[in-house]
C-alpha cells in the first residue's frame, strides 16, 4: 500500500553507481585496443551518446508542452466559471464545488506529472553521465552538472524542475481558498 509521503515526497532515484554499472553490455571490453573494431566501438559510442542526449532533451520538451497545456486548461476552465458565474449570480455557492473537483484534480495530475519528468529526466542525464566516462570530453556530467553544484545548493543552482512542481500545488492552494471565501461571503 503506497502512503501520501510516497506520491508527494521526495523522489526515490537511483544511484549513480548503479546505472553505472548496468549501461555496458557483455559485448563491451574496454581492453580492445587501437584498432578497426576500437574504431567501430567509438564511432557506435559516439551515434548513441547523440541519439541518447537528444532523447533527454526531448523529453525536456514534453515536460514544456505538458506544462502549457495544463495551464491553458486551467485558464480555460477559470474563464467558462467566470463568465457562467456573472450570468448566474444566484446560483448556490456550492456548485462552485464541480469546478473546484476539476481544477484540484487537474492540478494533482499536472504535479505527478512534472514530478514524472522530473524522475524521467534524473535517470536520462545519469545515464548521459555514464556514457561520457567512455568519450573523452564530459561536458555535461563532470563539467556542467559539477559546477552547478549537482543541484544541491539553491544558492549555486535551483533546478527548474524542483520550482515548477510546486506550480500545480500553488494553483491548487489558491482555487481551494478562493472556494472558501466565496463561500463565506
Not at 501520501?4 to 553490455?25: C, E, H, M, N, S
Not at 515536460?63 to 491553458?72: E, H, I, M, W, Y
Not at 476539476?102 to 548521459?128: D, I
Not at 556542467?144 to 494553483?171: C, N
Request: with cysteine; glycine share 6%.
Amino acid at each position: 500500500m503506497h502512503t501520501i509521503q510516497a506520491y508527494f515526497g521526495k523522489p526515490v532515484v537511483a544511484q549513480y553507481d548503479d546505472v553505472r554499472d548496468r549501461l555496458w553490455t557483455d559485448s563491451f571490453d574496454p581492453t580492445v585496443g587501437i584498432s578497426e573494431d576500437r574504431a567501430r566501438y567509438v564511432t557506435a559510442l559516439l551515434d548513441q551518446y547523440k541519439a541518447y542526449v537528444e532523447m533527454a532533451d526531448r523529453s525536456s520538451a514534453r515536460r514544456g508542452l505538458t506544462n502549457t497545456f495544463f495551464l491553458t486548461l486551467n485558464t480555460a476552465v477559470l474563464t467558462i466559471v467566470g463568465v457562467f458565474w456573472n450570468r448566474q449570480p444566484g446560483a448556490p455557492s456550492w456548485f462552485l464545488l464541480i469546478p473546484l473537483f476539476a481544477l484540484l484534480g487537474e492540478c494533482l495530475a499536472w504535479f505527478w506529472l512534472v514530478r514524472s519528468y522530473r524522475q524521467l529526466n534524473t535517470a536520462k542525464y545519469m545515464v548521459v553521465g555514464a556514457l561520457e566516462e567512455h568519450l573523452p570530453a564530459s561536458p555535461y556530467w563532470r563539467a556542467e552538472w559539477k559546477a552547478l553544484g549537482e543541484g544541491r545548493d539553491p544558492r549555486q543552482y535551483l533546478p527548474l524542475s524542483h520550482l515548477e512542481q510546486w506550480v500545480p500545488a500553488l494553483f491548487g492552494f489558491i482555487y481551494t481558498a478562493t472556494f472558501i471565501i466565496v463561500l463565506i461571503q
